[in-house]
């Protein structure tokens, strides 16, 4: 294969916001991975206010100090253990607000070819008007329930279920028949996320996200490819951070442009065709917006 060159990697005087629009011009094809910090970048924080003045009761019996150790706890009853996550869905997923940074990546992206891949599993790409068939949700949805036994491949909307537990709560304790128990083995419900193992249930709709997922990097991957990592910490590197670096080791045509406030080590091997950007993702892709637009304007004033 000819070794393919990235303008952005020789003009090291550009701002953030020009390297990021310069690397999203030049590539023809967008593999884009998003993880907590995009999420966070918009407000939608696991800890601070938001936390703090969903779950009072809560903090105060737990001591929690984040919804993230709330979401893992061990909970005394399925009671409480509702109570809990039918306000955890209704805070990150039935009544999260637009985020502008989504509204943002979808403009900067209109047209081109792009694919996403995101951990996270609210409803923030859903809102923003992204279209479903792009967006692979690999770690599963809050709006979804699952067997906890996994004796089915199905999923199941939740949020009926979840506005009737949030009515009925009372004392941190949702009522007996509002608890949602497996149709075919009787195992209690849970959310539909990965646990700590790595497992969670797959349903049809997820294999084809997928398969839609898997087809754009067969059909790209010898292409001009930008891997754009927005946000992905190190809680679980394995399912977009490490195939993302480990796809541009093995693709002398990608780059690998990674947008995070903290400096993670980055593999030698991919040190040339890697650009870390330390930036705030909501105003990076602001500025980056106007990169754009400034770039528009100056190519209709040449042509003209
Ligand atoms: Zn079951």
New binding site residues.
Partial sequence: MNEISWNVLNNNNLTAAGRLSMALDEADAVLIGVGAGMAAADGFTYAGPRFTESFPDFIEKYCWLDMFQASVFDFETLNEEWAFFSRFVDLNYMSQPLGESYVRLNELLEGKNYHIITSNADNAFEIAGFNPDRVFDVQGKYNLLQ?S?G??QKRYNNEALMKKMIEQQNSMRVPDDLIPY?G??G?PMELNRRNHTDWMVEDEKFCLDQKLFNNFLDENINKKILLLELGCGYMAPQVIKHPFQKMTENRSNALYMTVNLKDYSMPHEIRDRLVWLQEDIKKLLSDVEKEQQFTKMKTYETEH
């Fill in positions: 067997c036994q004796c089915t497996c075919e083995c195992a």
